[in-house]
DNA sequence: CTTGACCTTGACACGGGCGTCAACGTTTAC
DNA sequence: GTAAACGTTGACGCCCGTGTCAAGGTCAAG
Protein backbone atom coordinates (compact mmCIF):
# COMPACT_ATOMS: atom_id res chain seq x y z
CA UNK A 1 0.00 0.00 0.00
CA UNK A 2 1.27 3.65 -0.50
CA UNK A 3 1.65 6.50 2.41
CA UNK A 4 -2.08 7.47 2.24
CA UNK A 5 -3.56 4.14 2.66
CA UNK A 6 -1.27 3.70 5.83
CA UNK A 7 -1.84 6.99 7.31
CA UNK A 8 -5.58 5.90 6.88
CA UNK A 9 -5.26 3.02 8.70
CA UNK A 10 -3.09 4.00 11.50
CA UNK A 11 -5.05 7.55 12.16
CA UNK A 12 -1.29 8.98 11.75
CA UNK A 13 -0.01 11.51 9.41
CA UNK A 14 1.88 11.16 6.28
CA UNK A 15 3.89 14.06 7.76
CA UNK A 16 4.68 11.86 10.73
CA UNK A 17 4.87 8.40 8.81
CA UNK A 18 7.74 10.57 6.49
CA UNK A 19 9.49 11.78 10.08
CA UNK A 20 9.34 8.19 11.30
CA UNK A 21 11.03 7.00 8.54
CA UNK A 22 13.71 10.04 8.29
CA UNK A 23 14.58 8.65 11.82
CA UNK A 24 15.28 5.04 10.80
CA UNK A 25 12.13 3.59 12.74
CA UNK A 26 10.01 2.92 9.78
CA UNK A 27 11.31 1.49 6.33
CA UNK A 28 9.75 1.29 2.89
CA UNK A 29 10.63 -0.03 -0.48
CA UNK A 30 9.87 2.00 -3.14
CA UNK A 31 7.60 1.54 -6.68
CA UNK A 32 9.14 2.49 -9.46
CA UNK A 33 7.73 5.89 -9.84
CA UNK A 34 9.54 6.64 -6.39
CA UNK A 35 6.63 5.77 -4.22
CA UNK A 36 6.47 4.95 -1.17
CA UNK A 37 5.28 1.04 -0.77
CA UNK A 38 4.15 -0.33 2.43
CA UNK A 39 3.30 -3.82 4.23
CA UNK A 40 0.82 -5.08 6.31
CA UNK A 41 3.45 -5.32 8.82
CA UNK A 42 3.61 -1.90 8.89
CA UNK A 43 0.37 -1.16 9.49
CA UNK A 44 1.79 -2.97 13.17
CA UNK A 45 4.74 -1.42 13.49
CA UNK A 46 3.20 2.11 13.11
CA UNK A 47 0.50 1.29 15.63
CA UNK A 48 3.59 0.06 18.16
CA UNK A 49 4.96 2.96 17.50
CA UNK A 50 1.58 5.35 17.99
CA UNK A 51 0.62 3.27 21.24
CA UNK A 52 4.54 3.60 23.01
CA UNK A 53 4.26 7.64 22.03
CA UNK A 54 0.77 8.09 23.90
CA UNK A 55 2.23 6.26 26.80
CA UNK A 56 5.01 9.06 26.81
CA UNK A 57 7.51 7.04 25.20
CA UNK A 58 9.97 9.40 23.05
CA UNK A 59 10.11 8.78 19.33
CA UNK A 60 13.88 7.38 19.89
CA UNK A 61 12.79 4.91 22.69
CA UNK A 62 10.55 3.01 20.50
CA UNK A 63 13.44 1.99 18.78
CA UNK A 64 13.87 -1.10 20.57
CA UNK A 65 10.38 -2.56 19.98
CA UNK A 66 10.53 -1.34 16.55
CA UNK A 67 13.67 -3.57 16.04
CA UNK A 68 12.11 -6.13 18.31
CA UNK A 69 8.96 -6.53 15.86
CA UNK A 70 10.97 -6.90 12.86
CA UNK A 71 13.19 -9.26 14.21
CA UNK A 72 9.94 -11.20 14.48
CA UNK A 73 8.46 -11.19 17.50
CA UNK A 74 4.78 -10.77 17.54
CA UNK A 75 4.87 -8.25 20.07
CA UNK A 76 7.40 -5.54 20.15
CA UNK A 77 8.37 -5.83 23.91
CA UNK A 78 9.45 -9.19 23.96
CA UNK A 79 12.88 -8.35 23.72
CA UNK A 80 15.39 -7.73 26.46
CA UNK A 81 15.89 -4.26 24.75
CA UNK A 82 12.83 -3.34 25.09
CA UNK A 83 11.97 -4.80 28.72
CA UNK A 84 15.02 -2.36 29.63
CA UNK A 85 13.44 0.67 28.15
CA UNK A 86 9.80 -0.26 29.87
CA UNK A 87 11.84 -0.67 33.14
CA UNK A 88 14.13 2.59 32.70
CA UNK A 89 10.69 4.72 31.55
CA UNK A 90 8.55 3.13 34.86
CA UNK A 91 11.52 5.05 37.00
CA UNK A 92 11.28 8.32 34.59
CA UNK A 93 7.73 8.14 35.26
CA UNK A 94 8.19 7.44 39.05
CA UNK A 95 10.73 10.54 39.45
CA UNK A 96 7.99 13.22 37.69
CA UNK A 97 5.46 12.21 39.75
CA UNK A 98 7.30 12.33 42.66
CA UNK A 99 8.37 16.10 41.47
CA UNK A 100 4.74 16.54 40.88
CA UNK A 101 4.11 16.03 44.39
CA UNK A 102 6.63 18.07 45.71
CA UNK A 103 5.85 21.19 43.33
CA UNK A 104 1.87 20.38 44.48
CA UNK A 105 3.20 20.51 48.16
CA UNK A 106 4.90 23.74 47.48
CA UNK A 107 1.61 25.37 45.72
CA UNK A 108 -0.12 24.27 48.39
CA UNK A 109 1.62 25.71 51.18
CA UNK A 110 2.14 29.08 49.54
CA UNK A 111 -1.31 28.99 48.77
CA UNK A 112 -2.64 28.28 52.49
CA UNK A 113 0.01 30.87 53.58
CA UNK A 114 -1.13 33.54 50.91
CA UNK A 115 -5.12 32.38 51.58
CA UNK A 116 -5.25 31.10 54.80
CA UNK A 117 -9.44 30.65 54.25
CA UNK A 118 -8.88 29.20 51.03
CA UNK A 119 -9.24 25.25 51.65
CA UNK A 120 -6.66 22.69 49.83
CA UNK A 121 -7.64 18.88 49.52
CA UNK A 122 -5.09 16.74 49.43
CA UNK B 1 22.19 48.33 40.27
CA UNK B 2 23.33 47.34 37.23
CA UNK B 3 22.21 44.34 35.58
CA UNK B 4 25.44 42.33 36.09
CA UNK B 5 24.97 42.61 40.16
CA UNK B 6 21.32 41.89 39.95
CA UNK B 7 22.28 38.79 38.09
CA UNK B 8 24.94 37.98 40.72
CA UNK B 9 22.30 38.80 43.33
CA UNK B 10 19.45 36.86 42.50
CA UNK B 11 21.78 34.13 40.35
CA UNK B 12 20.07 34.55 37.49
CA UNK B 13 21.83 35.14 33.97
CA UNK B 14 21.55 38.64 32.65
CA UNK B 15 20.18 36.53 29.13
CA UNK B 16 16.98 35.66 31.47
CA UNK B 17 16.87 39.00 33.10
CA UNK B 18 16.55 40.64 29.88
CA UNK B 19 14.35 38.57 29.04
CA UNK B 20 11.65 39.13 31.50
CA UNK B 21 11.93 42.40 30.88
CA UNK B 22 11.35 42.00 27.24
CA UNK B 23 8.17 40.06 28.22
CA UNK B 24 7.25 43.12 30.85
CA UNK B 25 8.01 41.30 34.10
CA UNK B 26 10.38 43.39 34.86
CA UNK B 27 11.39 46.86 34.42
CA UNK B 28 14.54 48.79 34.96
CA UNK B 29 15.04 52.74 34.68
CA UNK B 30 18.12 53.55 32.02
CA UNK B 31 21.29 55.53 33.20
CA UNK B 32 22.18 58.36 31.04
CA UNK B 33 24.53 55.75 28.89
CA UNK B 34 22.12 53.67 28.26
CA UNK B 35 22.40 50.99 31.25
CA UNK B 36 19.38 49.60 33.17
CA UNK B 37 19.28 50.23 36.44
CA UNK B 38 17.13 48.50 39.29
CA UNK B 39 16.73 48.88 42.90
CA UNK B 40 16.09 46.66 46.05
CA UNK B 41 12.80 45.87 44.93
CA UNK B 42 14.10 44.33 41.79
CA UNK B 43 16.16 41.61 43.86
CA UNK B 44 12.92 40.46 45.75
CA UNK B 45 10.88 40.58 42.32
CA UNK B 46 13.33 38.31 40.59
CA UNK B 47 13.48 35.93 43.40
CA UNK B 48 9.65 35.73 43.52
CA UNK B 49 10.01 35.25 40.04
CA UNK B 50 12.49 32.23 40.11
CA UNK B 51 10.76 30.69 43.38
CA UNK B 52 7.48 30.41 41.18
CA UNK B 53 9.12 28.97 37.77
CA UNK B 54 11.05 26.36 39.76
CA UNK B 55 7.95 25.17 41.54
CA UNK B 56 6.42 24.70 37.62
CA UNK B 57 4.50 28.04 36.80
CA UNK B 58 5.02 29.27 32.97
CA UNK B 59 6.50 33.00 33.35
CA UNK B 60 3.02 34.08 31.78
CA UNK B 61 1.93 32.87 35.39
CA UNK B 62 4.08 34.89 37.43
CA UNK B 63 2.54 38.01 35.72
CA UNK B 64 0.30 38.57 38.70
CA UNK B 65 2.39 37.97 41.58
CA UNK B 66 4.82 40.48 40.09
CA UNK B 67 2.25 43.24 39.80
CA UNK B 68 0.85 42.23 43.24
CA UNK B 69 4.49 43.17 44.56
CA UNK B 70 4.67 46.32 42.29
CA UNK B 71 1.07 47.51 43.87
CA UNK B 72 3.26 47.39 46.87
CA UNK B 73 2.02 43.88 49.27
CA UNK B 74 4.74 42.39 50.77
CA UNK B 75 4.24 39.26 49.10
CA UNK B 76 3.81 38.43 45.56
CA UNK B 77 1.03 35.76 46.54
CA UNK B 78 -1.62 38.29 48.26
CA UNK B 79 -3.59 39.62 45.67
CA UNK B 80 -6.81 37.93 44.26
CA UNK B 81 -5.46 37.11 40.90
CA UNK B 82 -2.56 35.38 42.60
CA UNK B 83 -4.62 32.84 44.41
CA UNK B 84 -6.59 32.03 41.32
CA UNK B 85 -3.39 31.24 39.40
CA UNK B 86 -2.14 29.15 42.59
CA UNK B 87 -5.81 27.47 42.45
CA UNK B 88 -5.12 27.05 38.69
CA UNK B 89 -2.30 25.88 38.99
CA UNK B 90 -3.01 22.98 41.64
CA UNK B 91 -5.34 21.56 39.36
CA UNK B 92 -2.95 21.66 36.81
CA UNK B 93 -0.85 19.71 38.75
CA UNK B 94 -3.40 17.26 40.01
CA UNK B 95 -4.27 16.74 36.18
CA UNK B 96 -0.58 15.87 35.54
CA UNK B 97 -0.44 13.52 38.16
CA UNK B 98 -3.41 11.55 37.08
CA UNK B 99 -2.06 11.50 33.34
CA UNK B 100 1.23 10.44 34.86
CA UNK B 101 -0.50 7.75 36.93
CA UNK B 102 -2.22 6.28 34.08
CA UNK B 103 0.97 6.24 32.17
CA UNK B 104 2.72 4.14 35.37
CA UNK B 105 0.08 1.46 34.74
CA UNK B 106 -0.17 1.19 31.10
CA UNK B 107 3.45 0.39 31.22
CA UNK B 108 3.69 -1.37 34.16
CA UNK B 109 1.14 -3.67 32.36
CA UNK B 110 2.47 -4.02 29.12
CA UNK B 111 5.61 -4.75 31.32
CA UNK B 112 3.95 -7.69 33.06
CA UNK B 113 2.57 -8.92 30.11
CA UNK B 114 6.20 -8.75 27.97
CA UNK B 115 8.08 -10.06 31.02
CA UNK B 116 6.07 -11.74 33.43
CA UNK B 117 9.34 -12.36 35.90
CA UNK B 118 9.71 -9.04 36.15
CA UNK B 119 8.17 -7.55 39.22
CA UNK B 120 6.99 -4.35 39.22
CA UNK B 121 6.45 -2.70 42.30
CA UNK B 122 3.42 0.03 43.19
C1' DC C 1 -5.47 16.76 -23.09
C1' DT C 2 -7.03 18.22 -18.74
C1' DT C 3 -8.33 17.82 -14.14
C1' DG C 4 -7.66 16.29 -9.68
C1' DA C 5 -5.99 13.17 -6.35
C1' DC C 6 -2.03 11.37 -4.96
C1' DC C 7 3.00 11.22 -4.41
C1' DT C 8 7.96 13.39 -3.90
C1' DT C 9 11.58 16.45 -1.31
C1' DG C 10 12.69 20.56 1.21
C1' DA C 11 11.90 24.06 4.27
C1' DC C 12 9.71 27.11 7.78
C1' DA C 13 6.90 27.51 12.24
C1' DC C 14 5.62 26.34 16.79
C1' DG C 15 6.34 26.61 22.14
C1' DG C 16 9.56 28.44 26.34
C1' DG C 17 13.17 29.66 28.57
C1' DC C 18 17.63 30.40 27.95
C1' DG C 19 22.75 29.84 25.98
C1' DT C 20 25.59 32.02 23.08
C1' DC C 21 27.63 34.81 19.61
C1' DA C 22 28.21 39.13 16.97
C1' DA C 23 29.08 43.87 16.66
C1' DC C 24 29.31 47.65 19.02
C1' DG C 25 29.29 51.54 23.04
C1' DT C 26 30.95 52.75 28.03
C1' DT C 27 33.45 52.76 32.04
C1' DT C 28 37.27 51.56 35.00
C1' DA C 29 41.99 50.66 36.04
C1' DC C 30 46.52 50.72 34.83
C1' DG D 1 46.29 55.39 25.53
C1' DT D 2 44.60 51.03 25.98
C1' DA D 3 42.99 46.81 27.68
C1' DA D 4 39.56 44.56 30.41
C1' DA D 5 35.20 44.28 32.08
C1' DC D 6 30.93 45.73 31.65
C1' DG D 7 26.81 47.30 29.07
C1' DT D 8 23.60 47.47 24.67
C1' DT D 9 20.52 45.21 20.81
C1' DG D 10 19.66 41.54 17.58
C1' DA D 11 19.67 37.07 16.09
C1' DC D 12 20.18 32.02 15.87
C1' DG D 13 20.06 27.36 18.21
C1' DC D 14 18.02 23.90 21.15
C1' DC D 15 14.31 20.18 22.04
C1' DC D 16 10.67 17.24 19.34
C1' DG D 17 6.91 15.85 16.96
C1' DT D 18 3.96 17.69 13.81
C1' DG D 19 1.33 21.18 10.71
C1' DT D 20 1.74 23.38 6.61
C1' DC D 21 3.26 25.32 2.40
C1' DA D 22 5.90 25.27 -2.03
C1' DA D 23 7.20 23.36 -6.36
C1' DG D 24 7.10 19.71 -8.73
C1' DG D 25 6.31 14.39 -10.57
C1' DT D 26 2.69 10.49 -11.49
C1' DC D 27 -1.38 8.35 -12.47
C1' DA D 28 -6.37 7.31 -13.38
C1' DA D 29 -10.79 9.11 -15.01
C1' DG D 30 -13.30 11.94 -18.09
Same mark, same amino acid.
Given at each position: ???? *??????G?????????????????????????????????????????? !?????? =? =???????????G?S????? !??????? *????? =????????????? !??????????????????
Open positions: MRIG *ELAERTVSTRSLRYYEQHGLLRARRSTNGYRSYSEDDVRLVSEIRALL !AIGFKL =E =ETRPFVDCLRQHTGGSC !AASVEVY *ERKLS =EIDQEIRVLLNRR !AEVAAQLSQACPGCFVRG
